[in-house]
């Protein structure tokens, strides 16, 4: 059954450094997210993405953030500058169609140190 | 701007019992309500979709219900078995400039064996 899938699974990095999460959608799907979880909090929407453009952007996604679809498979999260508050498990999401039901991957942990 | 609540936050239940989640949300007017299962350290696991047009949704031992009048959805489980202790995510897409999901903060369901 098709996944979406998520590299790395965690990654550790030094304040100030950048990261690129990398996500790879359900191959027919045309909706793309991602989210974060912090250590024991909610699961808080980010970003979404369709057309190679942003639909939608959280208070959360500022000018650190950005996201790009450099080929037909690949969907990546860029953190500019990580603060150790970026430090959370961050998720990538895809559907087919609007409204529809959203799968997600296994994430990848981020830690700032 | 959409809440979603989830009580109880955690729950132990000896196996084989019959149990009910709850999610509650303070904007009625969604497009559609989804369940999710997320193990430790892992990431989310679609359990059912339930459309605004939707009363509920089975599959296999879940059922789950919607309404959005009173802004209520529930997760019923029956028969509950170890390995369904996980925690349990809803999540409410409300569309319209709030692109992604709004999740409750999930309930921590433990089975006795």
């Known amino acids: 059954e098709p996944e979406v899938t998520q590299t790395p699974s965690h990654q550790v990095t030094q304040m100030g450094q950048e990261v690129i999460l990398r996500c790879v959608p359900i191959?027919?799907?045309?909706?793309f997210y991602w989210y974060r979880q912090i250590l024991g909090q909610k699961v808080e929407f980010l970003v979404s993405f369709y057309n190679n453009e942003i639909s939608e952007k959280s208070e959360i996604f500022d000018d650190q953030f950005s996201v790009e679809r450099p080929d037909g498979s690949n969907f990546t999260l860029k953190i500019r500058s990580t603060k150790l508050e970026d430090s959370a498990m961050y998720f990538c999401?895809?559907?087919?169609?609007?409204?529809?039901?959203?799968?997600f991957g296994p994430g990848t942990r981020l830690t700032v140190l | 701007k959409q809440e979603v609540t989830q009580i109880p936050a955690a729950l132990s239940v000896p196996e084989g019992e019959n149990l009910v989640l709850n999610c509650s949300f303070t904007?009625?007017?969604?497009?559609?309500l989804q369940w999710f299962r997320q193990d430790p350290g892992k990431g989310l696991t679609s359990l059912l979709l339930i459309q605004s047009s939707q009363r509920e949704q089975t599959s296999g031992r879940l059922n789950a219900s919607l309404d959005k009048s009173s802004g209520r959805s529930t997760l019923y489980i029956a028969a509950s078995q170890p390995g369904d202790s996980a925690t349990y995510l809803c999540a409410a897409y409300s569309g319209g400039g709030a692109d992604g999901l709004t999740f409750g903060k999930g309930t921590h369901l433990i089975i006795q064996p």
């Open positions: 191959s027919n799907h045309l909706y």
């Open positions: 904007d009625s007017a969604i497009y559609n």
């Open positions: 999401a895809s559907t087919k169609i609007l409204y529809n039901e959203q799968f």
